[in-house]
């Protein structure tokens, strides 16, 4: 039996408390988390210890693993405690919010035969997975350019008061949406060798960014984009949207359903020539408990096999979410540098949302 | 007993489980509540009483439709299902679970009713009793349906997982009995997870359980598995209903239809579909087999 802690228990923590615990290996020993109210009602309605103080937790607990699912800016400490304690962890993501930080966890980590794993829970949807073994297998020929988008209607309006309006506690469509959208390009592309044309602009939140757009460029001689907006209120759930072109055909992918374009069949993949589409009910296995998606059981699952079978070369390990870290430092450096060399706001980063009212102001006066 | 086919209404809300291209079409096809009113009216016409209904926002002007023409739908028969929980997602986000509550509560209630929950509940509601909040949901919800012939009350499916991964015996007790002393209506279960959900409420005390699920010949949604699905079916006593019959369009109507009638358990079948073809088509099978 394998004992867990969780850390923070909002939204996700209590999905993965829900799905971990009816996991047949798992037992969940205790909780966490800085709302003393939600504790109460948890520890009235459902078995489990419940803790205020997460380093009290870990001293009272004798845990084997924990999963953090706590604000980004808390990421950091947590995970080099639970580290420094000799726990497998799970933590959602970000990983960090600033590379150095990952820096830092991975030094703790050296040496340590233990699970690390972050939250990207899109490298364990169905159509995605198939996605990436096409295009390893050279299904589509070399891949040319990709596109990685992310769209849903998250902040409709300024959120000051949430940690959701601001920066340095991990808010952000940055952090929020363009990190899964980063993350499934390191999944598929791996890193880029370069960033450019980064733009971050605010379309509601007057502390953080609302869309956030950037070009890559590989030196195998490749290029991509990706393009996040978490204002856009025509979808009704968070939705992304992959394009990849490669030199033999082409693959558009959303969570449910992919397509694949090939200038030839391809007979032992079952492709015609033309335009093929695959929905995930045609190769979707199910799930021993389902909540909000295969993904969210299978990231989990594949967690605790990783523990049992001594695995530590996980799919979503820390080292591949530093990669994504990373160019999120290196987009808010270029878009930075792109508007001081306007002029506009130097030393920002964020094309504020009232650089727009001052426009349509100047055009009303150049009339 | 209850009816054999119920009508459902994703296909109007653009849920499709299957494609977000075809979520986005639906959902710019039935823009107009004229577009969805039109396909209750076909499914009427073809004999269908019944109609299952997520508390959408939507929702509320169909009910307003139903109200205005009561002799138009005399026989009308609701099974809705509550909450729709995406209304519920980003204010969760943004404000945390308690204060989305919060602001739904006070929103959905005049202020006579605030009063008598701060006599009922007391400021600090939710540390006393989280029962209570369900209650008041439960009540805010029931209001859309004011007025109209309800037979079941299902809680939706992301909740119902949810709690089940909880554990949370009293959630599913205190729903059921709630909905039978206030309302005299019976709880039902949306899943997808079948086979455990239906152990654990016969665990809970809840006898004879009405459960709907995704029930068809491919498998799809049938978590952890079809076989384990049939052996429910067989050896559990509880009420199944079964939706997502024909996989999202993956199985042909008729071997659809002849594997679900082929479960003697089964005792309704929800179905959605948006012509009179396709309505008409299902609604015979489904007769067809049942006899």
Known sequence: MIKAGLIGFGRMGITHFSILNTHPQVKIMAVCDQSSTMLRVLGKYVDVKTYTDYPKMLDDSDLDCVLISTPGDSHAEIVKTCLKQGLHVFVEKPFTLASVDGHAIMAELTGKSLVNQVGYVNRFNEVFMEVKQLIDAGAIGDVVNFSSEMYGATVLKDSKSSWRGKREKGGGCMIDFASHCIDLVVYLFDKPDKVVGSIMQSIYSSEVEDLVSASFIYAGGYSGNIYTNWSDETYRKPTNILKVLGTKGKIIADKHAYKIYLKESDPKRGLDQGWNTRYITDFGKTTRFYLRGNEFTNQLDYFIDCIEQKKYDNISSFSEALKTDIIMDEIVQDAARSLASDGATPGGSIIPKKSREKASMWKRIMK | ?291
């Open chain 2, 1 to 291: 007993m209850f009816d054999r086919i119920i009508f459902g209404d994703n296909q109007f809300f653009g849920i499709n489980h299957m494609s977000e291209d075809k979520a986005q079409a639906q959902a710019e096809r039935f823009k107009d509540l004229k577009a969805i009113t039109d396909v209750i009216d076909i499914a009427y016409d073809c004999g269908i009483r019944a109609f299952m209904l997520n508390t959408h926002d939507r929702v509320k002007d169909i009910c307003d439709h139903f109200r205005g023409n009561p002799e138009r739908y005399a026989d009308l028969v609701l099974y809705p299902s509550m909450p729709y929980a995406h209304k519920y997602a980003n204010a969760v986000a943004e404000k945390g679970i308690f204060g989305a509550l919060n602001e739904y509560i006070l929103a959905g209630s005049s202020a006579s009713e605030i009063v008598g929950m701060v006599v009922k509940g007391g400021m600090s509601l939710f540390e006393q009793d989280m029962l209570k909040v369900m209650q008041l949901l439960v009540d805010m919800e029931m209001k859309i349906f004011h007025g109209l012939n309800v037979k079941v009350v299902f809680l939706q499916n992301i909740v119902t997982d949810l709690l089940l991964g909880l554990k949370a015996k009293d959630a599913f007790i205190g729903f059921s009995s709630y909905l039978k002393e206030k309302y005299k209506v019976e709880a039902g279960f949306n899943t997808m997870n079948m086979p455990m959900l239906v152990d654990f409420l016969l665990e809970c005390g809840i006898e004879n359980p009405i459960v709907c699920s995704s029930i068809n010949k491919a498998g799809y949604f049938m978590n952890p598995n079809k076989e384990t699905y049939e052996k429910a079916l067989n050896e559990k006593k509880f009420r199944a209903m079964a939706m997502s019959i024909l996989a999202s369009g993956a199985i042909k109507p008729k071997d659809a239809v002849e594997y679900i009638c082929n479960q003697k358990t089964i005792q309704s079948i929800v179905f959605g579909a948006s012509s009179r073809q396709h309505i008409m088509e299902t609604k015979e099978l489904i007769e067809r087999y049942t006899h």
